[in-house]
């Protein structure tokens, strides 16, 4: 078995709007939480998500999507071995500059006697382009990386083109691993945004869950704990896949509950005396 000792997580997808700085952002928070150390790469200068709510940790690298950006990923990729885990947050329409940075430098054999793993994040939704794209991407990488199938259902509540296709068995007998992104609340976002506005700066998830003095409604609280701890379970069971084999030997994970919002099953009349 091999042994990977850093850990490189890319989402290379065309579309944007499809959850990627969401789940780089939640995904920060349960590395935090569970101490693991990491780097940032935040290349989406007008959203600034990864940046904003993780300033020590992540370094902003605004890319344009144009040719001069290739020097700048080549650097990246050259700091995969600064940290145990490093989380990159592109912008939309850099999959193929990303592709190319990783052709040029041949990083897939650097990475192999380097111990580095690279796990590659794909987001399905119904529409062809995106489809076509992922497909892409899976031939490009084939079997040098690992998969995560990040589903978003506030971003595409069906899959129909992905779910039960070649491409998804595809991805399966590659051993991908899977991650739903619960829906967050407008409840919550505005609240969310209201505490950064409030405090002029940007507000992780579980800082402002833990933070007492931070003053978050104690409703958006409970809600937000419950979409961060369904999330966390989901990371706990692939983080294989997410972390360097030491890390990922420490995480325990837990049995998944019932859905937020929905109480655990039992069996009917299972409380009744139905025995005259």
């Known amino acids: 078995m091999t042994t990977i000792k850093h850990r490189l997580i890319l989402p290379i997808q065309a579309k944007g709007n499809l959850g990627k700085s969401i789940d780089a952002a939640a995904r920060a928070c349960w590395l935090n939480e569970r101490g693991i150390q990491w780097q940032g790469f935040d290349l989406d200068g007008d959203n600034r998500t990864l940046s904003r709510l993780f300033p020590a940790q992540t370094k902003l690298v605004p890319l344009s999507g144009q040719a001069d950006d290739f ?35 041949h990083f897939f054999d650097i990475a192999k006697a380097q111990s580095i793993g690279i796990t590659v994040l794909v987001f399905p939704l119904d529409d062809l382009d995106v489809m076509m794209n992922i497909d892409a991407v899976c031939r490009f990488c084939g079997s040098e990386v690992e998969y995560v199938i990040v589903r978003n259902p506030a971003r595409a509540p069906k899959t129909r083109m992905f779910d039960g296709s070649e491409l998804e068995k595809e991805l399966l007998s590659l051993h991908a691993g899977s991650v739903t992104l619960p829906v967050l609340s407008e409840f919550v976002k505005l609240r ?25 409604d104690i409703m958006a609280r409970g809600v937000l704990q419950d979409w961060l701890c369904t999330l966390f379970v989901q990371y706990d069971r692939i983080a294989a896949k997410l972390l360097p084999t030491e890390q990922a030997a420490t995480i325990k994970p837990k049995a998944a509950g019932p859905p937020i919002g929905e109480p655990a099953a039992t069996k009917r009349g299972a409380k009744v005396n139905l025995v005259g």
């Open 192 to 216: 969310l945004a209201k505490l950064e506005t409030d405090h002029q700066r940007g507000i992780p998830f579980n800082e402002a869950v833990g933070n007492d003095a931070l003053g978050l």
């Open 71 to 105: 020097d700048e990923l080549i650097a990246i990729l050259r700091k995969a071995t600064a940290a145990p885990v490093t989380v990159v947050d592109p912008r939309a329409h850099l999959d193929n500059q990303v592709m190319k940075a990783l052709r040029a430098t």
